[in-house]
């Protein structure tokens, strides 16, 4: 038996949360995870709407087959020029 496929939203922890007309997009650094806005969120949501996510290669994503480092190797030569 096959395991339903997960949806981007839910395989990035994608959330939005706040009140607003403008929206905030909060993006963590390589190695972090969303936890990283605990500290301010509470004072950003009074304001905007603030979307969070985790990035597939971060910590916080739990699933292996997301995302492969080796799938950028054929950027790389496209970096070093």
């Known amino acids: 038996m096959s395991k339903p496929e997960m949806s981007l939203q839910a ?3 994608a959330r939005i949360i706040g009140s607003g007309s403008e929206t905030m997009v909060l993006a ?3 190695g972090g995870d969303q936890s990283l806005w605990d500290k301010i969120l509470p004072y950003l949501t009074k304001h ?3 979307l969070l996510f985790d990035w597939l290669f971060s910590g916080a994503v739990n699933d292996p087959n997301l995302y492969d ?3 950028t190797l ?3 030569p496209s970096l070093m020029t």
């Open 11 to 13: 395989a990035m922890n």
């Open 69 to 71: 480092p080796l799938d």
């Open 28 to 30: 963590h650094g390589f």
């Open 48 to 50: 905007y709407q603030v």
């Open 74 to 76: 054929p950027l790389m």
